[in-house]
Each structure stands twice: as structure tokens, then as C-alpha cells.
């Protein structure tokens, strides 16, 4: 099916003419970076939520540090210390899932508040961990929520301070313990 041309300009009369040469000019202002909204903030946000349950359950615990949180972060997740930076976090995360089978993280009903480069998210996880032939049950969940301060920097948002706090668990506890 043809679309009707303009007659002015030759392309098709629903589509908006190419302005790009008339910016590359300096006639018409580019204003893509002054397009960015608080929606796309907080896509950008919840995306970084979800690249942490994709991290850990892919086993890229590497993209922790370069994708998910800032460099020098304060990660309470209900250990005797906080973990204090990036590193430290993706080495408890590998030896905290090392043994495991198979993991599902679930992040969902998030809530992000903004505030120029800086914002915070709260948000529910769900985690179901599972480690076959484990004598007693080979699974065991988690239902927890985060509480997040997230910072926008050169690479985009990241998280620079968690609270993890789990509300509920069922299933084996052995499950979490490396076999002997």
C-alpha cells in the first residue's frame, strides 16, 4: 500500500520532516538531552532492581559491581556487618550462591521517589533457592523487601546504600548450607 507524498516535500505526508541537518546547523536547538523524565528515571531505576535478581541468577556476579551498585556502598543484609564496597559485595553474593542449584529472584512492586541525582526505592523480592538432594527438601524462599538510596553518576543510576530485610522464609534451611 503506497502512503500519500507531500507535494513540497516529497515524503510521506504522515511522517514529520527530517530536522536533523537543520540542527547539525545550529538553526533548530537539539534539546534530546533536556528530553529525559522522571519516567525515564525511574525505568532506569527499576532496570538496575531487576539486573540485580538477573545477575545473581544468570551467576554474573561480576555485572553486581558494574551494572547494580556504586563502587563504595553500605549493603545491609542482616549479616553481623554491613558489606562496604562493591567488591566485597559480588564476593559474598559468589560464595553465598556458589553451592546452589538453581536460584529465581523476583523484584516487584517498586516505589521510587527522585530527587535530581539521587532517589530512593523500596521494593518486594521474592527468592526461591534450590540445592538438589538435599536430605530434608532441596528448596527453600524468601520473601524480603529493599530499601534502596540510589545515585546517578557517569554510567547511570546506581544503588550506594541497601537495607535488606526478609519478612518471611519456608522450606529448608540446609538448603543454604554448603555440603559437606
Known sequence: MDHPTSRLTGLPANRPPDRSLDQAAGRIPD?????????DDRADIIDVLHTYAWAIDSRDFPLLATDVFAER???DYGLPEPLRSAAELVEYMTA???HLDATQHLIGNCSVRLAGDTATSRCYAHASLVRRGTPGGERIVFGAHYSDELVRGANGWRIHR????MFFRDGNLAVLRPPA
Open 96 to 98: 553465598a550462591h556458589r
Open 73 to 75: 556502598v553500605i549493603a
Open 162 to 165: 541497601r537495607v535488606a530485610r
Open 31 to 39: 534539546r534530546t538531552a533536556d528530553r529525559r523524565t522522571a519516567a
